[in-house]
């Protein structure tokens, strides 16, 4: 085979079979293909597209071009990913929540892509935790304590790596082929049974409007299906942002403060509810969603969920004590500062694009990749859409490195807040449910 001629036939809109697509992926491993030849393909398929059984296809062939999980475990193998949007740390208190039910979560994240957060840079500001473990290390915790989150390690889906930086800088990444193809991969590389898929729509997640984000949940609920993975999609709002902190440290804050019952963001309750009872009813858990509410919620209320998240942060090299003691490992930003509205109000509107592109500004997102980013930085006690905010109630709170900083993302948190006289109609969080 010569991957000039496959190129060239999808070039001329040619359907593609299977043998062409693992020649190319695995070519683009073994350096047999040439990053060049990788770049015209993705261009190609950028414009002229490709039908199911081909996104099967390529899912699958970047999947095998590395290690392929297999589990011998007494529960389901599941898991769930969520396109990207801002303050979105539903995984940190999903996956324990999930292995409180008895199934096992091999997370699989990724890093901050864009002006969204990711699950491993929010992992990363607690000290010690090894978010690139080898396999059997990734294998122990899953199996010990239910849930391990982890990166991409070389091991996993590695055409997927080459190819998405070579689409990263050759305008190919905003293809619902190759995107659901790049998801798809990595996640079934983990040996699952099941999947759900968060998929966001709005102002700050890469999907603005619902057309878009359906196209994308009913291409990645298609492919997931056909290459063998139940799977279910959930489209989502993300015209603010999801929980109440934007960042890494603050984020993982949040989220261990909902764990403990401490503060619980409403939005992240009804979200990680959803998406596990979801999951647990695709796994076979639960004969429907009330029942796998019902689980989600008991949990959190029982401990157990938290339990489990510091049994996976002491197995994955963090502290043993984390969860009661995490302000003493927690990177804390020297700068704190309440930011107010101009006028009292009601938040109308988030520009939540630019509240995660405000994180990057303050140091806690990358610029390019090789950015090293600082954990301690971004926003807290943001006000959510709907709130009555004033010169006592601040629109959130900023963690900055230095006075500048925190001046420059104060206003850039005023400038993206809407405030109005009238309360704005509320907007459904949980817009559609995608089925196989
Ligand atoms: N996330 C991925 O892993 N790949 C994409 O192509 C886009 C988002």
């Known amino acids: 085979m010569l991957a000039q001629e496959i190129i060239r036939k999808k070039r001329d809109g040619e359907v593609l079979g299977a043998s062409e697509f693992q020649f190319l992926m695995r070519g683009l491993v073994d350096g047999k293909v040439s990053n060049a030849q990788a770049a015209a393909f993705a261009m190609a398929v950028y414009f002229n597209g490709m039908e199911i059984d081909e996104r099967i296809a390529l899912t699958v062939a970047m999947r095998d071009t590395g290690d392929v999980l297999t589990w011998d475990l007494d529960g389901p193998v599941v898991d769930k990913h969520s396109t990207g949007g801002v303050g979105d740390n539903v995984s940190l208190v999903l996956a324990p929540a999930l292995a409180a039910c008895g199934v096992y979560v091999p997370m699989i994240s990724g890093r901050g892509l864009g002006h969204t957060g990711g699950t491993l840079d929010k992992f990363d500001s607690i000290p010690g935790y090894q978010t690139q473990p080898d396999v ?68 700050g997640a890469f999907m603005a409007t619902p057309n878009d984000a359906r196209e994308l949940a009913q291409s990645l609920v298609k492919v997931a299906n056909g290459a063998g993975c139940k799977t279910s999609a959930i489209m989502t709002d993300m015209n603010q942002p999801l929980a109440s902190a934007a960042g890494n440290a603050v984020e993982v804050r949040n989220a261990v403060d909902f764990l403990t019952g401490t503060h619980v963001d409403n939005r992240v309750w009804d979200v990680t509810a959803d998406l596990g009872a979801e999951l647990l009813m695709l796994a076979g858990v639960v004969p429907n969603v009330g029942q796998g509410r019902d689980r989600i919620s008991a949990a959190f209320t029982s401990g157990e969920a938290v339990e489990r998240f510091a049994a996976m942060v002491a197995g994955l090299g963090g502290p043993v004590d984390f969860v009661d003691n995490m302000l003493k490992y927690l990177p804390a930003a020297p700068v704190v500062r309440e930011v107010f509205a101009e006028t009292d109000g009601f938040v109308r509107a988030i520009e939540t694009r630019n509240i995660g592109l405000a994180v990057i500004e303050l140091g806690g997102g990358r610029r390019v990749s090789s950015d090293t980013i600082d954990h301690s930085v971004g926003f807290s006690d943001l006000a959510g859409v709907g709130q009555m905010v004033d010169r006592e109630e601040p629109i959130g709170v900023v963690h900055a490195l230095n006075d500048d900083q925190a001046n420059a993302a104060a206003a850039a948190l005023q400038d993206a807040v809407t405030i ?8 459904p969080l949980i817009r559609e449910h995608i089925e196989p």
């Open 136 to 203: 059997e290390l990734l294998r122990k915790v899953t199996k010990d304590v239910g849930c391990a989150i982890i990166g991409q390690t070389g091991d996993i889906a590695p055409a997927d790596k080459i190819l998405y930086g070579i689409r990263d800088v050759t305008a190919t990444v905003e293809s619902v082929d190759l995107i659901t193809a790049s998801i798809l991969s990595k996640k079934l590389a983990a040996g699952l049974d099941a999947l759900v898929l968060d998929v966001k729509c709005g102002n």
């Open 420 to 427: 109005s006289d009238t309360a704005p109609m509320n907007r």
